[in-house]
């Protein structure tokens, strides 16, 4: 061997073997650090699956209040509508679906309200500012129209009716309540219209006073110029016109003082056939101006009831006049009395040959204010029903299109 390369190789052996230490060194430095490494990787992975369970636990509790919240606005008893800047609902609770007749939005329910939906909540949002003052919105409904109390304001955080993450969660939302007041509305309406009523019953009432004493006058004198001795055959049927109007006249100014005022009636004992007899007396001028026959079958006699002859009389004016008008010219009235079937009643009817009355009408027919026909005040009969029945007694009627109607009354016998 060369001794040049054997002293090179002798001055190379520290050098290697610093060499070899060094390496060794930053391998076991190397080995530690790696070491440390994967112990920071481990303690960061757990706290990410940490953070990770909170993050899913609290988006948990998030979807669980949503699910909370939207339960109980849709409990409430008014309209929730959460709505995007645009006018496009994100959230209708169940009473505000109801309100615009959408249809359901399902599990979701963040679907924009469409077609009549949609204009029904634009006439409530064009009508209603966001921090104002609740106001009333009529809305259009399919079957009819409805009245909102409605009010709005601005959310202008996530709206958390969305679902989270979502493009609509993140924009300005406006929160429109309305509550069904249409209810109310009609009560109100109807009000109104009672209140009119009165107004123009207790007005009726008033000219009805004053006009009885001169139209009692006008009937006196005119029954005076009747007896008159010389008069002709056109004079005197002018004359019976005129009683005839006069006494048509008064039987309306009757019913409306008695339907307003009618109390407890003095119940007499009274014969019934004479009241009867008298009435059909009072009233024959007037059938005779309608060319009407009126007949009176009397079964009976001197047999009494507890009653108030004006009263009844009042009764008989008002079913005759009402069958004369139903009844055309030729045709013929019947009045009949007598014993019920079982011997304690007076039984009375009055039966025509008109047109008789249509099935539609007849539960109607003793309603104040009904008229068939729509010529007369509609008080008759209801007068002559709240007559018979404080005499304790019951009215009824029957009839058939074309062959006429027949009113039965009924009362105890003493």
Known sequence: MNPINTLAARDAEPLLADAFSAFATAAGQLEYSYRELQKEVVRLRRELETRNAAMAETLNENQSMRLALRRILDILPCGVAVLESTGEAVFLNFEAQRL????????????????????????????????????????????????????SSMMRSTCPLTPAGSRSAQHDHVVLTFRDITTQKELEKDRDETEHLIALARMSAVLAHEIRNPLASMELLVGLLYG????QAEQRSWIDGLRAGLRSLSATVNNVLRYHSLGTAVLLPVQLSQVIRESIQFVQPLAKQAEITLLFDDELGELKIAGNSGELQQVLFNLTLNAFRHTARGGSVRVAAHRGPNGNQAVVEVADTGEGIREEDLPRLFEAGFSGTGQNPGLGLAVCKKIVEQHRGGISVTSQIGSGSTFRMEFPLL
Not at 120 to 145: D, H, M, N, S, W
Not at 228 to 231: D, S, T
Request: net charge negative.
């Open 100 to 151: 615009l007749e959408t249809p359901e939005f399902g599990d979701q329910r963040a679907a924009h309200a469409h077609g009549d939906a949609r204009r029904r909540l634009a006439a409530i949002t064009g009508q209603v500012l966001p921090g104002g003052e609740e106001r009333e919105v009529q809305i259009p409904g399919a079957a009819q129209a409805k009245w909102v109390a409605a009010r």
């Open 228 to 231: 008159c001795e010389g008069l």
